[in-house]
């Protein structure tokens, strides 16, 4: 790590005021990306601007039939949030399966979507649940979000405030892990909006999270695992690694979004 | 059995320290005026260092030093050593290239030492190298041995990069054996490469001493005096008695700390050359470039039976990646660690092994947890299983028809074993695992969609090589005996001081345990003394479970010679001959009389001395010993692994494991059982989860824990561990050693439980969900045809 000027703003205000004033600044939530990458000395931000004592970035509630849930809010409070496992159980139970306790508790859900890692568990549920982040400057809906690996449509100093996740959504999150690192080697969010279904799949793209417009066609007509047979997504736009393969994780989609549309039933 | 003696399961009593964060490693060590060092690594597996210029760095602030290859040379500072001498076919001594500290005209792999950047801090160090610009020329790098024996050389010396083409066994014997055998049974074998990763990483801390000119290094060292003895002899930073190593609390070492490596050879040198100690702490990344590997092994076995169903042969050709350069016992684990242990469980009239050592751009490779027998007990245990397959053979059945039971057993490939009761193991393991009940198990798999698969090992392992006369005969460089000094302080408490050092194996408690039985006092009058080489006299550490069955036999030889001395005092103080003194539950009795003293009494009557004369008997009650074991001792169980596995992700779920285990005597039940858990784990790891990648340009991929899968919690089962005990009759305690076993036997039951439930056998290690997915898809072809 290098050394760098540590701020820590009170409000949203203040800290876009330091972004945009400080030269090679950087928001940190909850850290556990960007102090890895400091640690390792691949990023080496001059400036430092702590959002944890923004206390508006905090917290969970429900407006107008909505889900509201601050940028800074930790995956340990997404899970364990009776709003949240009520309103959208599929959300809560996705937040449960991220890292390990320690990650979750520091880990928020504004640092993951920014991020936007290719296999990170938040995007597909942001994806799917046709979620609109919310910034400091306007509203953005999922859709037009998220642009490729590690890449979003956040501008320079543009800060995520809040999400607003619809609720009364029928949905499931499937997750095939990593066997290293935990994280989705193939993830796949469903969710049926009245006679809609969106299916976001993350983990497997080779420009991060996408939509598999074949199994969503499937499963508006038949929400049903059986929809899905003989259904896939091509494995010519999917990541090949040292653990997976393209051709693996084609495959692994089909099987994974079975299993998400049986737990959503 | 007294409650603290031997066969209890006393807590350990050292886990309250390390719990609750008060332990003291090497890393916690800080001295006045310390500097820190940063090793500038190379990025290229292999290349030329045109030029190396830090003048700019070395104006950085904080920058203290910088050193490169020639200030090590120009000090005539040594290289690293390789402690055995491996003899190839035609009687040349194997081809080792220089191993220097610090590189010296040349990287041969990604994490070489290029140079070293000391300063006040970490940071500033770090950050100084990063302004020193090295010139490379880089060359071609190759990662496997097969290319890198077409390849040019690493080393000079080893033209085709071969450092030895060694064999052991009877060549005709077994060629006869094949040509009059019923069936053959063939297998290709990689031993994947592994990267140790013990829970703290090695650290160093070196200082210098002007007014005495004495040297003192810090380092989590499995053996603190072989490391001295290596920096004193061979690499030269200071005769013995001026050179103190203290090995303090070490965090898991797993085979990788018992080598002596360069940053702590820099680091105590360039404490006299900067007059300020030098401390080096490795990051993780560093630990996977640089901690010596374990395996990587590409085999070809044989195994042939005749029309009984008994083998009659086996022959081995193995190529073993040594990396590039020889790290400390590299030469010996894939020759005298392995070959031997070839024969297994088994009476194999004919063996012939052949093993090729391979320099490669790519980190040493050293014993690591097992050493050499993992990778033997996976080539029969495999062929065993695969042989009973092909011949219709239950594979227990034909294991018990090849057993050797009568002992000693000579094989031929040097061992005789002197012990054991493999079929006793074995019929208790079928009947923990339920093996009677395993085709119901398989139907009820079947019914949900699941491949369920039955596999065994049946291993055999050598623990406390020696007797050191023997291991002298093979190359080794050293003896492999061990020390102990027992002193009994006025008041009855006593000191043990070991040659053996403890990095988790919890000695503080099991060495205790023999001391307290042994002269009945409690166990909390016993401290255990090990790790620093200005306290314990010599020793040889503790690597290849030798610690019980070699250092423990040590500590009850000199538990004889103060029995011996103690019954002398006790006499003087009863007013008996010593002759008619007895000693039992800590108390010295006349014989036959009601007149006693106990144990505490002795000893203040041994210092105060006013009850004898100094002509007749020496003060004091302080005694040494050394022992040298008369053979190898020979761990044997058996292990069933079932497995379940998702034809859909290919995720393979251990859902029983069953152990067995002839450990011989064991000292502390839940101790040993620990460690069975423990080996057990990374066993499983191996078998599913690890393996080092180096791309083909020799860089790691898994140089870190996102890429490289540690076994965690849940990708275990639960275990069943249960215990046979023959005595081991070559030392004399019986003992003969548990610290490796568990991932000795793993590996075997888990690829051959896999390969049972997918009905074929073209399964690697590691079994990843995405290998046996596409395995799987075979079987599901087969099943849906029949
Ligand atoms: C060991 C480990 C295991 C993990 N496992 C998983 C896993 O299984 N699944 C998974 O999905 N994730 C996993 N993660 C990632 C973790 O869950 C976090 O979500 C992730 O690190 C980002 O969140 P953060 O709060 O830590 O963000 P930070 O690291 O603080 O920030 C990340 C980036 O986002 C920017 N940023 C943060 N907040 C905002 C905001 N409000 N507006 C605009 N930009 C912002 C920052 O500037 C930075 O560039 C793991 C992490 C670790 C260390």
Same mark, same amino acid.
């Given at each position: ?144 979000? @998220? #642009?490729?690996?590690?890449? #979003? ?35 796949? @969010? ?32 038949? @929400? ?42 | ?162 450092? +030895? ?42 200082? +210098? ?92 076995? !044989? ?114 074993? *002197? ?158 001959? !010593?002759? *008619? ?45 050394? +022992? ?32 067995? *285990? ?56 639960? +275990? ?65 045809? !029949?």
């Amino acid at each position: 790590m290098y050394e760098f000027e540590y701020h820590h703003p009170g409000s949203v205000e203040n800290a876009a005021k330091l972004l945009s004033t400080l030269p090679e600044a950087k928001l940190l939530a909850g850290g556990h990306t960007l102090l890895p990458t400091m640690k390792q000395r691949l990023a080496a931000p001059k400036h430092i601007v702590d959002m944890r004592s923004i206390r508006e970035l905090h917290g969970i509630h429900v407006k107008d039939g909505h889900l509201v849930i601050g940028a800074m809010t930790t995956h340990s409070h997404v899970a364990e949030s009776a709003l949240v496992n009520s309103h959208l159980p599929s959300l809560a139970a996705l937040a449960a399966g991220i890292g390990d306790p320690h990650v979750r508790r520091r880990g928020t859900i504004g640092g993951s979507v920014a991020n936007n890692d290719p296999a990170a568990d938040y995007p597909s549920a942001v994806l799917a649940l046709n979620a609109t982040i919310v910034t400091n400057q306007r509203e953005i809906k999922a859709d037009a979000f @998220f #642009t490729g690996m590690f890449e #979003t449509a956040l501008k320079e100093g543009e800060i995520i405030t809040h999400f607003v996740f619809p609720t009364g959504i029928k949905g499931a999150y499937a997750k095939f892990p990593n066997p290293a690192s935990r994280y989705a080697m193939v993830g796949v @969010f469903v969710a049926r909006h009245g006679a809609d279904v969106r299916v976001a799949v993350t983990g497997a793209g080779a420009n991060g999270v996408f939509r598999a417009n074949a199994l969503e066609a499937a499963l508006k007509g038949d @929400f049903s695992p059986k929809a899905l047979d003989g259904k896939g997504v091509s494995a010519d736009d999917l990541n090949t690694d040292m653990h997976a393969d393209a051709a693996y994780r084609a495959h692994l989609i089909t099987v994974m979004a079975k299993r998400a549309v049986t737990a959503a039933q | 059995m007294s409650a603290t003696g031997i066969g209890a399961s006393v807590k350990r009593k050292e886990d309250f320290r390390f719990i609750t964060g008060r332990g003291n490693y090497t890393d916690d060590v800080n001295r006045y005026g310390q500097t820190h060092a940063y090793f500038l690594r190379s990025p290229h597996a292999h290349a030329t260092i045109d030029g190396i210029d830090y003048a700019e760095a070395l104006k950085m602030p904080g920058v203290v030093a910088i050193f490169t290859g020639k200030d090590l040379a120009d000090d005539k500072i040594g290289g690293l050593i390789c402690g055995w001498s491996i003899t190839s076919k035609d009687g040349s001594p194997m081809k080792a290239g220089a191993h220097p500290a610090l590189a010296q005209g040349k990287v041969r792999y990604v994490g070489d030492h290029v140079a070293v950047i000391i300063a006040d801090t970490y940071a500033q160090a770090r950050t100084a190298a990063e302004h020193v610009n090295v010139k490379y020329g880089v060359l071609p790098a190759n990662a496997d041995t097969a290319s890198a024996m077409k390849s040019a050389p690493l080393h000079d010396v080893a033209s085709d990069n071969r450092v +030895y083409d060694w064999h052991l066994g009877d060549k005709g014997a077994t060629e006869a054996a094949f040509a009059k055998a019923k069936h053959i049974t063939k297998l290709d074998i990689v031993n994947n490469r592994l990267v140790p990763n013990p829970m703290e990483p090695r650290a160093a801390v070196g200082e +210098y001493e002007q007014g005495t000119e004495t040297f003192c290094l810090h380092t989590t060292s499995q053996n603190p005096h072989v490391a001295r003895l290596v920096l004193s002899a061979f690499i030269g930073i200071a005769p013995e008695h001026k050179l103190r190593v203290i090995a303090p609390d070490v965090g898991g070492g797993f085979g990788s700390k018992i080598f002596i490596y360069a940053e702590e050879t820099v680091c105590v040198w360039a404490s006299k050359k900067v007059g300020r100690p030098v401390k080096w702490t490795s990051d993780r990344t560093e630990a996977f470039l640089s901690d010596a590997h374990g395996r990587d092994h590409v085999t070809h076995a !044989e195994l042939a039976m005749d029309a009984n169903n008994k083998i009659i042969g086996l022959r081995v050709h193995t190529t073993a990646n040594l990396g590039a350069y020889l790290s400390t016992f590299s030469s010996a684990v894939p020759t005298y660690l392995y070959a031997p242990l070839l024969s297994g469980q088994y009476n194999i009239p004919a063996i012939y092994a052949e093993v090729d050592g391979v320099y490669t751009n790519t980190a040493p490779v050293d014993a690591y947890r097992g050493a050499g027998r993992p990778e033997a007990t996976f080539v029969i245990e495999r062929l065993v299983e695969v042989a009973a397959r092909e011949l219709g053979v239950d594979p227990a059945v034909f294991r018990q028809g090849n057993y050797v039971t009568q002992f000693p057993h000579q094989t031929p490939v040097i061992f005789c074993y *002197d012990g054991g009761d493999y079929n006793a193991s074995m019929l208790k393991a079928l009947e923990m695992a339920d093996y009677k009940g395993i085709s119901a198990r398989k139907a009820a798999s079947a019914a949900k969609g699941k491949l369920r698969g039955i596999g065994f090992s049946s291993y055999i392992e050598a623990c406390g090589i020696a007797p050191s006369a023997a291991v002298g005969s093979l190359g080794a460089g050293v003896g492999l005996w061990e020390s102990a000094e027992v002193r009994v302080n006025p008041v009855g408490t006593v000191e043990v001081l070991t040659g053996s050092h403890s990095h988790g194996q919890g000695h503080e408690t099991t060495f205790a345990q023999l001391v307290s039985g042994r002269l009945g006092i409690p166990i909390e009058n016993v401290s255990i003394v090990h790790g620093d080489t200005d306290k314990v006299q010599m020793g040889m550490g503790t690597y290849g479970s030798r610690s019980g069955a070699v250092g423990m036999s040590a500590i009850s030889k000199a538990l004889d010679k103060i029995e011996a001395k103690a019954k002398k005092v006790a006499g003087y103080v009863l007013e008996a001959a !010593e002759g *008619d003194i007895e000693f039992k539950d800590g108390k010295f009795t006349v014989k036959g009389t009601d007149k006693s003293v106990d144990f505490g009494s002795v000893a203040l009557q041994a210092y105060v001395a006013h009850k004898f004369s100094g002509q007749d008997l020496e003060p004091g009650l302080k005694e040494g010993a050394f +022992y040298d074991p008369t053979n190898f001792t020979f761990p044997a169980g058996v292990h069933i692994c079932e497995v379940e596995i998702d034809p859909d992700t290919g995720v393979t779920k251990i859902e029983r494991w069953t152990a067995v *285990d002839d450990f011989g005597v064991i000292i502390n039940p839940m101790i040993v059982e620990g460690q069975v858990h423990g080996g057990i784990a990374q066993g499983i790891g191996q078998a599913l989860l690890e393996g080092a990648i180096y791309d083909k340009d020799g860089q790691l991929l898994t140089a870190s824990f996102m890429d490289y899968a540690m076994p965690r919690a849940d990708d275990l089962p639960s +275990y069943n561990v249960g215990m046979t005990e023959t005595r081991c009759p070559s030392n004399p305690l019986g003992i003969k050693g548990c610290g490796e076993a568990g991932c000795i036997a793993a590996p075997p039951a888990v690829i051959n439980a896999i390969t049972d439930a997918l009905g074929h056998e073209n399964i690697a290690m590691p079994a990843t969900p995405q290998a046996v997915w596409r395995a799987a898809q075979q079987t599901m072809k087969k099943l849906a045809a !029949e």
